[in-house]
């Protein structure tokens, strides 16, 4: 959807000054029945005068439907969430890639959310079969978690460090 702010007559004072920065506050609700795990992005563009639109980094929103799903996204778990299964993702830290393999039960596909320490979702990636690598070009020096599912289920959670 999108939502509409018009601001008429509004004085602009010169970038870079103290006062030149604005916020608008507002809640929109979610859909009902959005289930667990679901990624909500969410960005603006702002247009001030004629210039061309600033757009506004994506900011990435996750549904829980209980507070120990929430948890998980945030803290990671070490255990996979479907018995049997062995993940190994190597090297890590990382530089050019890091590799997430999965063993003890097959899957048709992978994907990877990638979120930096503001939640805000960095990458996205999906791999055929069990194993899927995760290039580091693009991502900054720092600390990132994951979310790894498969076959659409969420799997593990944690944390990777890219160099």
């Known amino acids: 959807g999108v939502l509409k702010f018009t601001l008429d007559n509004i004085l602009l004072l010169p970038d870079g000054s103290a006062d030149s920065k604005g916020f608008v506050k507002f809640k929109v609700s ?7 795990g679901t990624l909500i992005p969410n960005s603006a563009a702002v247009f001030l005068g004629f210039d061309a639109p600033a757009q506004t980094a994506t900011y990435t ?7 120990f799903n929430c948890l998980m996204i945030i803290t990671g778990t070490e255990e996979p969430l479907i018995p049997g299964v062995e993940i190994n993702a ?6 050019s890639a890091i590799v997430f393999e999965t063993k003890g039960v097959p899957f048709q596909t992978l994907k990877i959310y990638v979120f ?27 600390t990132y978690t994951y979310r790894l599912e498969a076959d659409g289920k969420l799997l593990n959670t944690g944390k990777i460090i890219a160099q």
């Open 30 to 36: 979610q859909k009902p029945g959005n289930p667990g």
């Open 61 to 67: 929103h996750v549904v829980c439907d209980t507070f």
């Open 90 to 95: 190597y090297p890590n830290p990382f530089a």
């Open 116 to 142: 930096d320490m503001k939640g805000q979702l960095v990458r996205q990636q999906q791999s055929a079969g069990s194993s899927l690598s995760l290039p580091g070009n693009g991502l900054a020096a720092g």
